[in-house]
Structure formats: structure tokens, C-alpha cells
């Protein structure tokens, strides 16, 4: 069980279905992520694009179908469970920051917590992830004395410290003010640069052209369109995308 061990994708959902009662919320979903590959999702509204990043890391169970990380099933529930959780790292709209903890203790406390890194080794861990996502001045600060665009580079910095094999971004600029998303979509932008393999949820197709390799459109529960960014937005086959683009670009 050593990680790496596969050559194969290093996310794979197969035949996923999901239902929220009456409510078939993700329809065969077949999906294969590569290492260091960035995968924009973009749909409309209820399309299941969040309900997708939760199976993902089982915050959401599944009904039917299969998902394995780097060649892992996931299982419903146990130790090894949680051990493939930690291999993905998640990044929600709302930052979800401990408010009584400092910025550097919010970025140690799940390697000190979750995965028993030494004080020490977590702290020099965290003030450089710090650093690489700008914030490394605010270090001792807490939360609320930070702005949304710092506040959400740290939520970052503390899914990275983790050392994730991959990252979930879901809509991670839509809480922000304007003149804050860029500052976090850099983040982002040279995250998929180094490399990390990243599934993002965002209505930013600035960074979808930019920073990925794929473009994934859903609609009603079902992938309807999969494309590299410069077909997808110049060509869509989909009347759905199509209609979808028309509305937001
Ligand atoms: P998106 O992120 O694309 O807006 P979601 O994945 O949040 O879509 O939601 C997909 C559908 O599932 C929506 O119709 C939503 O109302 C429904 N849904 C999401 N979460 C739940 C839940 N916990 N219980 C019942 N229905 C849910
Ligand atoms: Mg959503």
C-alpha cells in the first residue's frame, strides 16, 4: 500500500450514482483524473458539481459505482477511510478557518492532529506554505483580522499541509470581493503550474483557460460535455453548454 504505486489515473470515479432521496443527483458519472492534471467543472446551479467534490472524498456517500484514489477504493467508513481522505485536500467557498486559533495554528493543526507531526516539524512546514501563498506576515494573526482573499489562501495553505495527493477547489472566489479573487486564483494558477493535480469548481473561465487541461461541463446530474479549455469554449458540441456559455461569458 504504498502511495505512487499505479501508473494509472489518480482519480477515478466509475459508474457513479448518487441519490438525494427521490433526487438522482449524480447520474453515471465516469470520470478519470491524471496525475498533475487541473480539471475545471463548471454547470449550472444544482447541476451536482459540489455534490460530485463531496463523493470525492466521501463526505457524500455513493449508491452505486466506484471511486479510487491513486488506485485505492474508497470504502465506505473505517481507519482507511479516513487515511484516503487525507490524500485529498478540499477547499470550500466558505473558508471554514478555526476562529480561535491563529493563522499558523489553523495550518498545523492537522499534521500535528490528523497525522502526528512533530510540533516543530509542523510549524517550519506551515510558515512555508505560508510564505508560498503570500500570507506568511499574518502568521500570528487570527482569522477575523485577515481579508476573505488572505483569509482563503491560508484555507489553502492548510489543505496543503496535509500533502494531498490531489486538491478540491469548490467555487473558492465566489464568497470574495472582486478585487480579491485574483490573489487566490494566482495561488491556484501556480499550484497547477508546479504540478498538483487539482479538480476546481468555478465560474472563473479566466483561470479555466489558463490553468486547465480539461474542461468538464455538467448538467442535471450527468457529465454532458468533456473538453480541453480551447475546444470547449470556442467549439462546444452541447446545445446545453452552449445555452450555459451564452450566460456567463
Ligand atoms: P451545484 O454545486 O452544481 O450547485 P449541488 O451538488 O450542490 O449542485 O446540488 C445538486 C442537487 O442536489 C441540487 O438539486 C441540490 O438542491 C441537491 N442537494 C444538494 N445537497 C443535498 C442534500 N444534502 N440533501 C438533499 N438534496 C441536496
Ligand atoms: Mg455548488
Known amino acids: 500500500m504504498t502511495s ?6 489518480l482519480v477515478q470515479l466509475t459508474g457513479v450514482n448518487k441519490w438525494f432521496g427521490e ?32 463523493t470525492i472524498n466521501r463526505l457524500e456517500s455513493i449508491e452505486k459505482g466506484e471511486i479510487s484514489i491513486d488506485g485505492q477504493r474508497l470504502p465506505e467508513e473505517g481507519k482507511q477511510l479516513a487515511r484516503l481522505r487525507s490524500d485529498v485536500g478540499m477547499v470550500f467557498q466558505s473558508f471554514n478557518l478555526f476562529a480561535h ?13 490528523v497525522r502526528r507531526t512533530s510540533k516543530a516539524d509542523a510549524e517550519k512546514r506551515a510558515r512555508e506554505l505560508l510564505e508560498r501563498v503570500g500570507v506568511s506576515a499574518q ?14 489562501r491560508v484555507a489553502i495553505a492548510r489543505a ?21 479573487i485574483n490573489e487566490v486564483l494566482d495561488v491556484m494558477t501556480s ?8 479538480i476546481v469548481v468555478t465560474h472563473e473561465m479566466g483561470f479555466a483557460r489558463r490553468a486547465a ?22 467549439n462546444p458540441r452541447s446545445e446545453r453548454a452552449r445555452d450555459f456559455l451564452s450566460k456567463i461569458l
Request: charged share 20%; with cysteine.
Open 101 to 113: 486559533k491563529t493563522i499558523l495554528e489553523n495550518v498545523m493543526l492537522g499534521p500535528t492532529k
Open 213 to 234: 487541461n480539461r474542461v468538464v461541463f455538467m448538467d442535471g446530474g450527468r457529465i454532458v460535455e468533456a473538453a480541453d479549455p480551447q475546444t470547449f469554449f470556442t
Open 139 to 152: 502568521a500570528d494573526k487570527y482569522p477575523a483580522q485577515l481579508s476573505g482573499g488572505q483569509q482563503q
Open 4 to 9: 505512487q504505486q499505479t501508473g494509472g489515473p
Open 191 to 198: 499550484l497547477a503550474r508546479e504540478g498538483m493535480t487539482m
Open 160 to 180: 496543503l499541509a496535509m500533502d494531498p495527493k490531489v486538491m478540491l477547489f469548490d467555487e473558492p472566489t465566489s464568497a470574495l470581493d472582486p478585487e480579491m
Open 23 to 54: 433526487l438522482h443527483v449524480l447520474q453515471d458519472i465516469d470520470l478519470s483524473i491524471d496525475r498533475g492534471e487541473v480539471v475545471v467543472v463548471i454547470g449550472p446551479s444544482g447541476s451536482g458539481k459540489s455534490t460530485l467534490c463531496r
